[in-house]
């Protein structure tokens, strides 16, 4: 309860900053709670709703999806479309701001900051997409112990995201609570680092 409450990044980007990642992470803890108790469609419904808070969450759904009815995965996918194919097709009308964001955008990446060195931006984009779709395809198959710690597959994707903006991972914060780790403390609240740019620091030079 004291990472939770305590957590740096939640006081910062959710008490002083009011970014609505909160919702996603709790809506994702209310669909574990959900599933638990056999109620699938409101699983199904919550899991979109954060989705709908924070996209990036949208990761989580096949994991935590998995082995739930074919009502729980029906109930996601329309929610979900159905929140945000009003702003998909007006973006697409007004000339796509979240797909210049998605092609141009990069901030505090990692992964991705040293492909894109070496093979070029648009190469590096399919890179980490490969990587991180491989490592999903492997933990599904292969360890699928990975995919009861939600916090390691969002630490994966985020490692090779070209954007990671420190509220992000407000998503981690939940589940690091749940099962504490030394990585997950320590990208909570090592992340707020990013912030030390020359624009938050007050120089103009």
Known sequence: VLLYAWSPLLIKEVAFTGHVDILAALCLVAVVCAFRYGRDAIGGLVLATGICAR?????????????????????????????????????????????????????NSFAYGLFAVVAGASAAKLICAVLFVSFYAWAWFR??????????VLGVFFLLSPVVNPW????????????PSAWGIAATVSVLISYATGLNLGRTE
């Open 168 to 179: 992000y991972l407000v998503l981690l914060v939940p589940f690091v609570a749940l099962r």
């Open 143 to 152: 360890r699928p112990d990975l995919l009861r710690c939600p916090d390691v």
């Open 55 to 107: 996209l990036s969450a949208g990761v989580l759904a096949p994991l935590l999806l998995k082995g739930r009815s074919k009502t729980a995965w029906a109930v996601a996918a329309l929610a979900s479309f159905a929140c945000y194919a009003p702003f998909v097709f007006r973006g697409i009308a007004d000339g796509g701001g979240l797909g210049v964001f998605a092609s141009e955008w990069e901030f």
